[in-house]
């Protein structure tokens, strides 16, 4: 037979360990819920950051094809006015000489043209190979938006890769929470730094 202050005793320790499995249990909850929380914030820099890619691509390729739309339009030109310069110069012989000297002036107007259409860079910064208006600017120009629709391109996947293994480490830290497993806990904040590693890259 058990002692009235013996059952007591032993009332009291069944409480006390409760007690205590329920703090155990309270913090561990509350530190999946922190690392939750942390991962929510993550998935939401990365769902900006694939969304921000994306712009970003088609941004770089809309430069790209105008870039290269003025290109061409000043290789038209430039032709046209090469046409115009190595006519004029077919006729010289023919013109009398009053007119020559004109014809030549022209001429020589139409070569610098020429000239600078070919390359033209911007007189503010005109060491600067990604500003200006000749064939050459127009070139770097092009290739530099092209460059940087490529690394938006490249980046895009990593982005989307990411958001969907952190909503899967998000879905898991839920479950750690529900079953009080730190297993599950472990699996959810591993997928949440393979998806951190997965959108550094």
Do not use: C
């Not at 409760?18 to 993550?42: H, K, N, S, W």
């Not at 910064?125 to 600017?137: A, F, H, I």
């Not at 391109?153 to 982005?159: I, K, M, S, Y």
């Not at 958001?163 to 297993?183: C, D, E, F």
């Amino acid at each position: 037979m058990v002692e009235p202050a013996e059952a007591a005793e032993q009332i009291r320790q069944a409480a006390e360990e409760e007690r205590a499995e329920r703090g155990a249990t309270d913090r561990f909850r509350t530190r999946a819920a922190i690392g939750i929380a942390v991962l929510a914030m993550l998935l939401a820099m990365a769902s900006l950051g694939g969304e921000n890619a994306t712009k970003e691509m088609v941004n770089a390729n809309i430069r790209a094809s105008d870039t290269w739309a003025f290109f061409q339009a000043k290789n038209i030109r430039q032709t046209s006015v090469r046409l115009a310069s190595e006519e004029l110069e077919l006729l010289l012989p023919s013109l009398p000489p009053a007119q020559q000297e004109d014809a030549k002036k022209r001429i020589d107007a139409y070569k610098a043209t020429v000239a600078r259409y070919e390359s033209e860079p911007d007189p503010k910064d005109p060491t600067n190979p990604l500003k200006g208006e000749g064939k050459k600017e127009l070139t770097n120009i092009a290739r530099d938006w092209e460059k940087r629709r490529d690394h938006a391109q490249a980046q895009d996947p990593n982005f989307d890769y990411s958001t969907a293994l952190y909503q899967i480490a998000i879905v898991l830290g839920s479950v750690a929470i529900v079953a009080s497993s730190r297993g599950i806990l472990w699996l959810s904040l591993g997928m949440g730094t393979i998806a951190t590693v997965v959108v550094g890259q």
